[in-house]
């Protein structure tokens, strides 16, 4: 394959590494202050005496389906153990939610 049958492929499949770059630099910055964010509500709520399991459910949710989307693509064990994880303490989380605020 020579240069030009190369770039002609590449613009065919319509894919901007640039784009999917920033994308990629954006989901992690945006779980990372995620994380941060998460960690200083937890703090907080400990502090106050308030319940964080609906804290907990949105995080360990989003951690574990985010695991899952990776685990899809890279067929890596340890993303599949993450989203198996993370999605069962999500869920367990919101149960134990919703079970509280019932009274």
Known sequence: MNKDEILEKSRREKKDEGIEYAMNNGRRLGT????????????YNLLK?????ALHAVFWTYIGLDNLGRYRITKE????IGAVAG?????????SYIL???R
């Open 32 to 43: 990372v202050g995620m994380s941060i964010m998460f960690v200083i509500l937890l703090v």
């Open 87 to 95: 999605t069962l303490a999500g869920v367990l989380f919101f149960v």
């Open 100 to 102: 509280g605020t019932v």
């Open 77 to 80: 064990k340890i993303l599949l």
């Open 49 to 53: 005496g308030i319940d964080s399991n």
